[in-house]
């Protein structure tokens, strides 16, 4: 009888044991395989909210009350709202948000992952993640050597260097793909210092341009950077707006989406990898106070956190997506005085190209010594703006002066113009007529703008996958870092 008591006894402890292992592996924290990082630059909640209201007056022009749509991202189930001031400004800049995400550190504005005094560097999350054997990709449409793609693979004291943080990139053993827009810098400020294409062939880059070559990347493509070989100012990938256009006139040119594919076809692998995306041309538009072209670069965008969506749909268990931007740029808002609480988002779907190609039209326009008349023309053609009376898009007396003069500003060469301080912050610094032809656009459809430089808006934060819970509630930009290492349980 004692025999079968003991007997029993140790039936019953091996049971508990093997229910607490197993409750103990239950509770064991899961982490992310995959983990997304999308930053759209100079994208606040206004550049978000204009996208949706856009895109659902097109879908539903129909609707008997406003209909805004979705975007690939703001139906995450996760949403927080994050401070972005840095260690000098509540106006901060790219360089030190950036800084603040991908090392949890506080710096100054110019600065890319040096503390204040700029005597020691930070250690990056990226840094991190490849230590835990996993791969590393940055991706931007902007050069690559710009501040928010920087802040994730180098140090500089000056967001400036861009030849030193492109030779950081090139050299060292954080990245694996490296992919969007060119460098500013490819031989150094004076060009005198090695080819940046000569350093990626000497440490093993496999260097490719062409759309279909992106598309193709794939586990055996080897470390790759990746060029787009259809590059806009400053080194940058198209606009969006003008890559649409283009690509009906039969140009094949490839989108931020597409980088992000092939981004994925080359760093996927059994350890998983860590991928940066940064929609930086959402920021340049905004500065340029282009709000149609700001909207098709939040849709470029929203585009490209797809194709992280559908690869989640595939690893559902094992993967983590982080949608935020790092500051708002241009003080955009959504209701104008003129048009007290109407907006007309369809409006914005006249606009054809870029305030950067327009301004190509204005520079041949001025070789050829276009007429005010040849002015409207154009105009008119690429905005919808007209003369011609009780038209949506009709201008008035007042808004024909404006036009006439940054039109006969636009007419001198730029070292020929004299700005008093009235047109110095009507213009901003960019192309008079340019500028004129945006805001009375912009207006016109109900948007406008307080600035062309970043402001200090809050900026709302979307999570979906593995760990997303931690990205709920208000929380500073440093903590995308804390949180981030957490949810893949890293430490410090």
């Known amino acids: 009888m004692l025999k079968k008591i003991v007997a029993l006894m140790l039936c019953l402890t091996m049971a508990l044991g093997l229910g607490l292992s197993a409750g103990a592996e239950a509770s064991e924290p899961t982490v992310p395989k995959y983990v997304f990082m999308f930053i759209g630059d100079g994208q606040g909640s206004p550049q978000i909210t204009a996208a949706q209201y856009y895109l659902g007056t097109l879908e539903n022009p129909d609707a008997t009350m406003p209909t805004p749509a979705a975007l690939s991202f703001t139906d995450f189930e996760n949403v927080g709202l994050m401070t972005t001031y840095d260690a000098s400004s509540f106006c901060p800049d790219s360089a030190s948000t950036a800084t603040s995400m991908a090392s949890g550190e506080k710096t100054l504005s110019g600065v890319i992952n040096y503390n204040v005094d700029k005597t020691e560097s930070f250690k ?16 931007s449409s902007v050069s690559l050597d710009h501040a928010t793609p920087a802040a994730y693979y180098a140090k500089a004291q000056s967001r400036s260097e861009y030849y030193n943080i492109a030779v950081q990139g090139l050299t060292g053993t954080t990245l694996d ?6 460098y500013l810098q490819p031989t150094g400020a004076e060009g005198d210092q090695q080819d940046l294409m000569e350093i990626a062939a000497e440490n093993n880059w496999t260097v490719v341009s062409k759309p279909e070559e992106i598309r193709a990347l794939n586990a055996d493509s080897g470390r790759v950077l990746a060029i787009n070989e259809n590059l806009a100012g400053d080194q940058a990938m198209v606009y969006e707006i003008d890559r649409i256009r283009r690509a009906a006139e039969g140009e094949d040119i490839a989108s931020l989406a597409d ?25 340049w538009t905004c500065h340029a106070n282009d709000a149609a072209t700001s909207i098709h670069e939040t849709l470029a965008f929203s585009d490209a956190v797809q194709v992280a969506i559908d690869f989640a749909e ?10 935020t931007g790092d500051h708002e740029t241009g003080g955009m808002t959504i209701g104008f005085a003129a048009t007290a609480y109407d907006t007309h988002f369809d ?13 190509k039209e204005i520079a041949q326009m001025r070789q050829d010594k276009a007429t005010f008349e040849d002015a409207l023309a154009k105009i008119q053609e690429v905005y919808g703006l007209t003369t011609e009376a009780d038209q949506p898009l009709t201008l008035n007396d007042e808004e024909l002066d404006r036009i006439k003069s940054a039109y006969e500003l636009s007419m001198l060469e730029p070292e020929e113009r004299v700005l008093g301080e009235a047109e110095a912050l009507a213009y901003g610094g960019y192309e008079p007529l340019s500028m004129a032809v945006s805001h009375i656009f912009n207006n016109k459809a109900g948007i406008a703008y307080t600035s062309y430089a970043h402001t200090g808006l809050q ?25 981030t290492m957490s949810a893949m349980g890293l430490e410090k």
Request: hydrophobic share 45%.
């Open 314 to 323: 595939e690893h559902p268990e094992e993967t983590l997506i982080i949608v």
């Open 177 to 182: 793909f490296l992919g969007g827009g060119g």
């Open 124 to 139: 990056l999350i990226t840094e991190y993640a490849k230590e835990a054997g996993k791969k590393v990709a940055v991706i």
């Open 259 to 283: 980088m992000v594919q092939g981004g994925i076809g080359a760093v996927d692998n059994e350890n998983g990898f860590f991928m940066m995306v940064e929609g930086g041309k959402i920021d």
């Open 459 to 483: 900026i709302p934060v979307y999570a979906q996958g593995v760990g997303a819970e931690a990205f709920n509630g208000m929380m500073d930009n440093t903590e995308i870092f804390t949180r």
């Open 347 to 359: 409006y914005l779907a006249h606009q054809t190209m870029s305030f950067e190609d327009f301004d």
